[in-house]
């Protein structure tokens, strides 16, 4: 069955790049997802890419998709005490956008 | 519009009662989903709904888990009995259509607790 497994955790420095990273099992999934999730908020859609790019860059966003390896990443460029929040990669269920599998999530903090 | 609203925001309840989550969601959204968020499991899929009619609930844990959605506007959760394996927080979450990079709101969550 699908699976989207994560590290748990990564700590920066403000002004660094992060690097969050991403292996999913579904190799039909036709779109991925990053999802955002402040403390004691829900969850915000960051960006997704669609399975026939391998990059997708928006502002400090970079997406990087390796199809073959079922590897997806989050690039944060610059990154800002804003961006300390769980991180989450995401694929749908069998192909069905409704239902998505969602990773443990990866907590990012961005120290000066 | 407010977003996607929630209540209560906390409850603490005693194993064997009844709890009731709350959700109102945007105005206009055709689909409203239900999600449980714990440490052990992460962020399950417990249920979703569209024009108001439940299309998926295989998430859902166990008979002591209901959900209804009587109108377009509000949506609830029910456990009974509780049981301290239920504490998590729920989120509700509304999106309008299916398209696949249409972004699914949710709203603030319900931290419940039981002990």
């Known amino acids: 069955g699908e699976d989207v497994e994560q590290s748990l955790f990564l700590s920066v420095r403000e002004g660094d790049s992060s690097v969050i990273n991403c292996t999913y099992t579904?190799?039909?999934?036709?779109?991925l997802y990053w999802y955002k999730q402040e403390p004691g908020a829900g969850l915000q859609l960051l960006t997704y890419?669609?399975?026939?790019?391998d990059m997708k860059q928006d502002q400090r966003l970079t997406v990087l998709l390796n199809k073959k390896d079922k590897h997806l990443s989050l690039r944060i460029a610059d990154t800002q005490t804003g961006d300390s929040a769980i991180y989450f990669c995401?694929?749908?269920?069998?192909?069905?956008?409704?239902?998505?599998?969602f990773g443990a999530g990866t907590r990012l903090a961005v120290h000066p | 519009d407010a977003g996607v609203i929630q209540s209560p925001r906390h409850e603490v309840t005693e194993m064997g009662q009844e709890v009731t989550l709350r959700c109102k969601p945007i105005?206009?959204?055709?689909?409203l989903f239900w999600y449980r968020q714990t440490m052990m499991r992460g962020l399950e899929l417990l249920i979703y709904?569209?024009?108001?009619?439940?299309?998926?609930d295989s998430g859902m844990p166990e008979d002591r888990f209901s959900a209804k959605m009587p109108n377009a506007s509000f949506s609830t959760l029910k456990i009974q009995p509780s049981e301290p394996r239920d504490s998590a927080v729920y989120f509700c979450?509304?999106?309008?259509?299916?398209?696949?990079?249409?972004?699914?709101?949710f709203g603030q969550g319900t931290r419940l607790t039981v002990v």
């Open positions: 979450a509304s999106r309008t259509g299916s398209s696949p990079y249409t972004e699914a709101f």
């Open positions: 579904d190799s039909s999934s036709t779109y």
């Open positions: 890419i669609f399975s026939n790019m």
């Open positions: 995401a694929e749908p269920f069998s192909g069905g956008y409704n239902k998505l599998i």
């Open positions: 105005s206009g959204h055709d689909y």
């Open positions: 709904f569209n024009n108001n009619v439940p299309i998926d």
